[in-house]
DNA sequence: CACTGTTCCGCAAACGTTTTCATAATCGTC
DNA sequence: GACGATTATGAAAACGTTTGCGGAACAGTG
């Protein structure tokens, strides 16, 4: 730490160490190219003037930024928290720093900070990007990109396995008597709702259970409360919500009607995110290992940006990305 | 867009364009300084080559990295939720791109991620920072800093103004006849837990309430479930919780044991997280203006680190940054 | 002692910008 | 029509690193 308030450069700890400035960059990246005395001696003289390598200066010639970039849909969205946490999380230990940004669920928005990330990052995480698939791959031209809650062509992607929450759920139902239910659908251009749909429905099949459609609802509070009065309209006995944020807006205007939970609808979440454990009664719901998808997420990048990285298994075992059904309060006997 | 992979330089596009790299760098940052018809011819060229400037030789140069960092203590707590989003749409509109790190609420992990943060940002936005005062005005040499929730010496702050919402709240309290309150007090060492307190104390003893400490709770929905029971052993008709979380588990335990409320007790929270109104019955709860907090902290940021920008008005009225008190559904007459 | 190999280190180029300084061209004025 | 002022542009230095290339010193070998 100079007195003068101006950062040290390499140029002046390689003067204070009498060596060249090629010794210093040397002695901090390539330890074994450098007589170990004067090594030491270097790094010595670093450590006392405090210097700090300019990243800047580094980006500028070895062309990476060592700097990786998350998008998701909604910070706020407490679906999108333990993702968020858990790439940060990964990265916390590396010499990457994460930029995060948040599109508003805006598709424009999206693009346009897809666009400005990729000027200032190595690599892009893209959290259930609902951009086209065109626009997708020009993305992946400019930077190497990886998907979570999506799949393309253009770049790989993490998912989970829906199928084994969803098996779950509707044999839960179908044990306790129920013979027709709901689907309260999310955003019908959403990756998500699809899938949820699909596995939903075969499921149901399988097992002989009437499955209605209802929605597309915002896939929030608001968008759940709006939902009850068309569920108990629908005469099913039983509600699939898109997820857990619809569900627990059911909930509450159900309670409200006085229309009894388990005892006269039941209602299955998804996602598990923290407030389904906090209603009166809890939310019965499939519960996403996303700690472990997003941590999947940030290793398969990594690996991508850094060959060096010990090619740690690149996707856990398919079981940690299952999904699974919790068993609350909200499901019960028809 | 070069056909080959490699990105278009500013060279490029000087000699497509048939002038010098100098000209096309003020072609595109002084316009003024350029005959506008040259002017033109550069800006095409530069959009028919895809050109973008490569940021880590600007920074370079320019000494500055156009990149803010922001800390939080934890991104899943639905309180900070909107803090970062109005941070990130603050910026969304400028020059300048966002870090955001989580330091999972532990004081060692804020401290190195700030130290990993300054060699990257022109600017630190720190939120409710534990790090110690001596540790904060090290970093605030480093790099400009803003606070948020905490005031230093070292560093403007952004605060919201806790008293007018508390004295409402006591208002309420006691117009509806409780005499004997409990406050369910936060992490001791926390800002917002001492000023909490303090405020209530001083408005409980105007108007002649009874203000019993309970505590401290963890400030999450666990530390109010455990609470709950502590709060009927005391005795008192009405508890003040540290936040909303705390004041929801408070009230889900509560119901549990069949207490009635607001029958038998009520409950005020604190922050109006998204959650607080969709229980049954929705939560009373001091608002803070968080949005208006989070720009304001960005606004100061800004104004530190682009003098160019219009100097707005540095903070908001302070109108804008009081709470205030919404009741709902957990309060009424003793 | 001459040769070849190693080990260690310095020189200088390169990365892609911005900006100072100098110069050429144009203009207005008397 | 000469002259200072103004405008438009280019050449080159600078920002702080990393790294290819080459040289010096030294060790080992015949």
């Not at 101006?6 to 204070?16: E, N, Y």
């Not at 959403?190 to 929605?215: H, M, P, T």
């Not at 990048?301 to 856990?316: F, Q, T």
């Amino acid at each position: 730490m100079s007195a003068d308030g101006t950062r040290a450069s390499i140029r002046a700890v390689a003067s204070l160490a009498g060596v060249s400035p090629s010794t210093v960059s040397r002695a901090l990246n390539s330890p074994e190219l450098v007589n170990a005395e004067t090594r030491q001696r270097v790094l010595d003289c670093a450590e006392r003037l405090g210097y700090q390598p300019n990243r800047a200066a580094q980006s500028l010639v070895l062309g990476r930024t060592r700097n990786v970039g998350l998008i998701v849909p909604d910070i706020a969205n407490p679906f999108f928290a333990p993702f968020i946490k858990g790439v940060e999380a990964y990265f916390r230990d590396t010499e990457f720093a994460v930029f995060l940004a948040d599109t508003d669920e805006d598709t424009a928005t999206e693009v346009r900070l897809a666009e400005a990330m990729v000027e200032r990052v190595d690599g892009l995480i893209l959290c259930a990007p609902r951009m086209s698939g065109t626009r997708l791959s020009a993305v992946a031209a400019k930077t190497s990109v990886v998907l979570a809650y999506r799949t393309s062509r253009a770049a790989p992607s993490v998912l989970l396995d829906f199928q084994p929450g969803l098996d779950q759920a509707v044999a839960h139902v179908h044990a306790l008597g129920h013979r027709r239910c709901a689907y309260l659908s999310g955003p019908a251009n959403s990756w998500s709702n699809r899938q949820r749909r699909k596995f939903l429905g075969a499921a149901c099949a399988e097992r002989g259970i009437d499955l209605v459609d209802l929605g597309p609802y915002e896939p929030r509070f608001t968008g759940g409360y709006r939902a009850a009065d068309e569920v108990v309209a629908a005469g099913v006995t039983a509600a699939f919500a898109y997820n857990d944020l619809v569900g627990l807006g059911v909930l509450s205007r159900l309670t409200e009607r006085g229309v009894k939970v388990p005892g006269d609808l039941g209602i299955v979440g998804f996602d598990d995110i923290p407030m389904a454990s906090m209603t009166n009664p809890p939310l019965t719901t499939v519960a996403m290992p996303v700690n472990a998808l997003s941590r999947a997420a940030a290793a398969t990048m990594h690996a991508r940006l850094d060959p060096g990285v010990p090619k740690a298994p690149p996707l856990p075992p398919a079981a940690e990305l299952a999904t699974r059904l919790l068993i609350r309060g909200t499901t019960g006997p028809v």
